[in-house]
């Protein structure tokens, strides 16, 4: 039976909010219950798991649950992808993927060598305590997190799937993960938990950032652990192929015209709609269309021509 995990009320979405991707098998909600325990109390054993750089903390299980569900729904990460955390601090968000939907291996980078030496610990103590529980199989691939800025990492391959709460992550480090998202072959989607963008187009903010041509599958509301400040999340699928603007041969069966631009769409959109078409819409679905209506109507407002490709 599905269990609704739900997010954690409001903040930080604004406009955007949109519930993403919050159903979970029970057996995998009772598993990601067991790990949040399992580490908060090795965290207390650790004395907490402060660094000397940037900022520390994680979102809530339900933030880290709604992110996986939207990337699980949307980007298809399944138990053969592969997740990258770019800021891993103590490397929750990788036992959680590796938990739910038990994700064939998590990777973490992180600057602080301090948080660096406590995730070692609490990695592989939260790992041997769930299998001892026989919550996670003696082969699963435990989480490794290693010590270096991402400015510093030089391919993500073979990785498919990333993840960043890049809080306190400088500009600089936030353009080498574009510049790594973009060339990575095997990267098909990114996750980002921050500052809501309000009125900016979040794909386009993130083409700034030079994660090249991405496409937004969900935005909503997170809430820090702890202090409850609230933050958006953002999921993004890259768009593999943008159709040049002045198309002239008839387009591809894939492709469907809005105003002048033949959108290229990726399957799982065609997927989405054609589910919406049988009378079944997902919230990610939603989402993606109810930020398009609002990018448009934004364009209109300002004159503009939405700022395509
Ligand atoms: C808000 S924490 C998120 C921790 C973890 N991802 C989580 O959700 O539990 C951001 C992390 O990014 C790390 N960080 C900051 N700048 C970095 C950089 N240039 N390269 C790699 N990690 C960095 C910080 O030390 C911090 O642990």
Same mark, same amino acid.
């Given at each position: 039976m599905p269990v609704a995990l739900g997010i954690g009320g409001t903040g930080g979405g604004g406009a955007e909010s949109k519930d993403c991707g919050t159903a979970v098998r029970e057996k995998d909600a009772k598993a990601v219950e067991a790990l949040y325990h399992v580490m908060a109390s090795i965290e207390n054993k650790l004395g907490g798991g402060e660094g000397v750089v940037g900022v520390y903390g994680s979102i809530t299980r339900t933030g880290i649950q709604a992110v996986v569900q939207c990337l699980v729904e949307t980007? =298809?990460? +399944?138990?053969y992808s592969r997740l990258v955390d770019i =800021?891993? =601090?103590?490397g929750r968000p990788l036992m959680h993927a590796i938990v739910h939907p038990g994700v064939r291996s998590s990777w973490g980078v992180e600057v602080d060598i301090i948080k660096w030496e406590k995730a070692q610990v609490f990695i592989q103590q939260t790992i041997a305590t769930l299998q001892k529980r026989g919550l996670?199989?003696? +082969?699963v691939a435990v989480p490794t997190v290693d010590c270096m800025p991402v400015e510093q990492v030089t391919s993500l391959e073979p990785h498919t799937h990333g993840y960043s709460f890049w809080e306190g992550i400088p500009l600089e480090g936030k353009r080498a993960f574009g510049r790594l998202f973009a060339q990575a072959a095997t990267m098909r989607a990114i996750a980002v938990v921050q500052r809501s963008f309000r009125r900016r187009d979040p794909a386009h903010e993130m083409r700034k950032l030079a994660f090249g041509p991405v496409r937004l599958m969900g935005s909503f509301p997170v809430k820090m652990s702890g202090s409850g400040r609230g933050f958006t999340a953002y999921v993004f699928h890259k768009n593999a192929y943008t159709q040049p603007l002045r198309h002239v041969a008839p387009p591809p069966a894939e492709t469907k015209r809005e105003g002048r631009i033949f959108a290229y769409q990726p399957p799982v959109i065609r997927m989405l709609r054609a589910r919406k078409a049988k009378g079944g819409a997902s919230a990610c679905d939603d989402a993606n269309a109810a930020h398009g209506r609002r990018v448009q109507k934004e364009a209109s407002q300002e004159g503009g021509d939405g700022g395509g490709a």
């Open positions: 980007c =298809g990460m +399944d138990e =800021g891993a =601090g103590l996670l199989t003696k +082969d």
